[in-house]
């Protein structure tokens, strides 16, 4: 049985290393010019937000009593009022450049995004349906909305935030060393190494409590997904405390690490704050003693003070930040593991279309399980000739559906072959297969849409003219007419706005719509009652005429006027042929007829007496 590869397998140079590609993509050169054309504005951004200090502790040197005469150089020699005006310019500039920055790369970030939403979305469909039945659909789409948001966090954060609060360290670090001295400089280096340690150490901390909220969050989320699809029932069940009971629990647990969260968060903003105004204090004592002896102006003491003040202002955010960049790659690595799962059933390379000239089916010595410890089928082999119908019965279990899964090639045989007009299913493209086949399954279930949209989904760009002849046939026509909004009537979620015969209906009409040469029918017509259901099987005879049909059923009355019928029984065939022939035998088949027949009796009887 496939197994989820491990969550988290991955590091954070492993992550970068795959979202690299998205960013600097092979044969763009538009993508490539605005990624450069980012990281210029953001070098001229951050060389503007270094500057501005200078003016501002110049322009307060001009303005001083001795200002005028000070040798000062170029700074003081363009006058106060110039230096101001500089000054205005540079936080301008710096504003502006940042804001150039955002508007050039926002639509490399968001065509990265794009494609890796619609890679992830194209990957999941090509998983097999066996990694669908046993992954949880409210977990998985949380982990596909928690991957790509991290993404986007990423591409904004580390790449606007992380890198250039590391360049704009490196400059002050420059100028503290050249205007100041290195005391200066090692006096707010060991602040900041100081105060990273202490954030990246509070924050790994916070990141497994982080990791709790949203596994319990995930949990709630799929319970509460879970009782909304189940709703009826849950009433059935009367179990709407049991379901409420079970969806608290987990937000009491989400409740609990939300709780720790926000403790932890305030000491790390306590420790933050005490590192920083340490350092701060350290290196305004270090100035202002600085001033008293003459080494240093006013203008620098004042300087020394904005170069703090600016290097805290992006370092407040830095636990913020690293958490969430943290939290990113978590979650981006889970979504990479599900891009990293293989697909169970996968094209051969180079696999041909397949090409139905006549519609021949032949299961030769088939074996399959579901599990690699419990077959299912034990050689089944049959043929059904073309423009013929074939009926599978049997009991419950028995390996029907699983003949159906098979031919749709969900899953891969184990032993022996499965060949449409002597091709061999697994050596063909999937899609040409699935072209031919229509299927008309035991539970339909239709898309979040309009009837029409979901009758025409059989085949892309229908008429509105043939999606009604396929409605006429199915028999629904007439009730789609006497809606309100007749064709553009919405169907609810899975199509719960729908009857059970009604859903099977549209169903059955998309199928007509596809108008495949090889059908099918998978207990077709179980949600229907008898007079629509002797209409609709009319009408999928009438469909089957010159197609190779497969049919499927509990109901024996509905495919006694199959060419051949198969009785699996433990994942064998147990008797084929006729119906005539098979009641002859008086088996299997005849018992299975007798007993529903008889059922069918007491019912009529039972309406009778009624």
């Known amino acids: 049985m496939q197994k989820p590869a491990p969550v988290n397998a991955y590091s954070g140079l492993q992550i970068m290393r795959k979202v690299v590609p998205y960013l600097w993509p092979k044969g763009q050169l538009w993508v490539k010019r605005r990624v450069v054309l980012a990281m210029a504005a953001l070098l001229v951004a951050k060389l503007a937000t270094v500057a501005t200090p200078l003016f501002f502790m110049a322009a307060v040197d001009a303005l001083a009593p001795d200002g005028a005469a000070s040798e000062g150089g170029f700074l003081l020699a363009i006058g106060a009022i110039g230096l101001v005006v500089a ?136 319970k509460a997904i879970d009782a909304l699809l189940n709703y009826e029932t849950v009433k059935y069940f009367n179990a709407e405390a049991r379901e409420a009971g079970r969806y608290d629990n987990s937000m009491e647990g989400y409740e609990k690490a939300a709780v720790s969260t926000g403790l932890s968060l305030a000491f790390l903003n306590f420790g933050q704050s005490f590192l920083i105004t340490i350092g701060l204090s350290a290196v305004m004592i270090m100035a202002a003693l600085g001033v008293q002896n003459g080494t240093l102006t006013v203008g620098e003491f004042v300087g020394v003070n904005a170069y703090m003040v600016q290097l805290v202002m992006p370092l407040n955010f830095l636990g913020t930040v690293y958490r969430e960049i943290r939290q990113a790659l978590v979650d981006m690595g889970e979504m990479f593991d599900l891009l990293e799962q293989p697909a ?47 009926a599978v019965v049997g009991p419950s279990g028995a390996g029907k559906s699983t003949i159906g899964r098979l ?8 032993k022996g072959g499965l060949l449409v007009d002597g091709q061999d299913v697994r050596s063909i493209a999937q899609t040409s297969l699935r072209a031919q086949i229509g299927v008309v399954p035991q539970d339909t279930v239709l898309f979040n849409d309009t009837i029409g949209y979901n009758i025409a989904y059989g085949r892309h760009g229908a008429s509105q003219a043939e999606v009604e002849e396929a409605a006429k046939a199915a028999q629904i026509h007439d009730f789609i007419a006497s809606l309100p909004h007749g064709y553009e009537t919405q169907v609810g979620e899975r199509g719960l706005k729908l009857s059970g015969g009604e859903k099977q209906r549209v169903g059955i009409a998309r199928t007509l719509l596809k108008n495949p040469p090889i059908l099918l029918l998978d207990e077709a017509t179980s949600a229907l009652d008898s007079d629509t259901e002797s209409d609709i099987l009319e009408s999928l005879r009438a469909m089957g005429q010159g197609r190779t049909v497969i049919t499927i059923a509990h109901r024996l009355s509905t495919i006694s006027h199959a060419d051949e019928i198969i009785v699996l029984d433990g994942g064998q065939v147990a008797e084929r042929g006729t119906h005539e022939t098979l009641l002859a035998l008086n088996a299997r088949y005849a018992r299975m007829w007798l007993r529903q027949q008889s059922e069918e009796d007491g019912d009529l009887t039972a309406t009778a007496a009624q």
């Open 344 to 390: 169970e059933v996968a094209d051969a390379p180079n696999a041909p279309d397949l090409k139905v000239s006549a519609g021949k089916i032949e299961f030769d010595d088939v074996h399959f399980g579901y599990d690699a410890n419990r077959e299912v089928l034990h050689g089944v082999s049959f043929t059904v000739a073309p423009g013929q119908t074939l």
């Open 87 to 222: 000054y205005g310019f540079m936080r301008v500039a710096a504003v502006g450049f940042n804001q150039l920055r955002d508007a050039v790369f926002a639509r490399v970030g968001q065509r990265a995004l794009r494609r890796l939403a619609l890679e992830t979305f194209q990957h999941m469909h090509a998983l097999s349906l066996r990694y669908h039945i046993s992954r949880k659909t409210g977990a998985l789409s949380r982990i596909i909305e928690r991957g790509v948001k991290g993404v986007d966090f990423l591409l904004r954060f580390l790449l606007f935030s992380m890198g250039p609060l590391v360049l704009e360290l490196l400059m002050v670090a420059v100028i503290l060393l050249v205007v100041f001295n290195v005391w200066y400089m090692l006096v707010v280096a060991v602040t900041i190494a100081l105060y990273v340690w202490f954030t990246f150490a509070v924050t790994e901390w916070r990141v497994a409590i982080r990791r709790r909220m949203n596994e319990r969050d995930q949990d709630a989320n799929q």
């Open 407 to 414: 031919l749709f090639r969900f899953y891969d045989v184990t």
